[in-house]
């Protein structure tokens, strides 16, 4: 079982739809979870943080954390053509380092 | 203008030659990060240092080595032992290494061995 999975997509969803991207992981005792957002051939940009149970709002994201299911997602509402990227899920655990899931494609078509 | 450089931005080698990327940090960070992505894929820890002159060995070490003399910079040298290099190469730094500090990436370095 990998430590941070993501189904790979890709992802589709019409402009304006919500899009939900969702992240597992194994290590019951991961702290914090973060959201990156990779466009094609960039590095990854952080999007959102989360760190307790419950949802975190900014903007047209919301980040979403259950830490008995062990389970972090991401919700992208009024989705744009623009949010078409790859979403890395990232979770830190406790060996001390960020642990990515391989990412979920998002495409929105216009 | 604070933030996490990275040079070149495209890098071309004959096999055999060593090179160095470079990673420069202006934001007073204790932590910084290297790794790997192939196309279609997930990063891959290289090396990490959470101080300076301290590194330790990530997932993927072998072929690698750095150096971390300033806390601002953290090179990173890809060896000829090095058998695949051809990647992105992502320089990331955060506060420390405490969980609830965020990490953040610089612009990347795209290597392509000839």
Known sequence: QKEVEQNSGPLSVPEGAIASLNCTYSDRVSQ???????????????????????????????AQLNKASQYVSLLIRDSQPSDSATYLCAVFGNTGKLIFGQGTTLQVKP | DGGITQSPKYLFRKEGQNVTLSCEQNLNHDAMYWYRQD??????????????????????????????????????????????????????????SLSYNEQFFGPGTRLTVL
């Open chain 1, 32 to 62: 914090s979870f973060f959201w990156y957002r990779q466009y094609s051939g960039k590095s990854p940009e952080l999007i959102m943080s989360i760190y307790s149970n419950g949802d975190k709002e900014d903007g047209r994201f919301t």
């Open chain 2, 39 to 96: 196309p279609g894929q997930g990063l891959r820890l290289i090396y990490y240092s959470q101080i300076v002159n301290d590194f330790q060995k990530g997932d993927i070490a072998e072929g690698y080595s750095v150096s971390r003399e300033k806390k601002e910079s953290f090179p990173l040298t890809v060896t000829s032992a090095q058998k695949n290099p051809t990647a992105f190469y992502l320089c990331a730094s955060r506060l420390d």
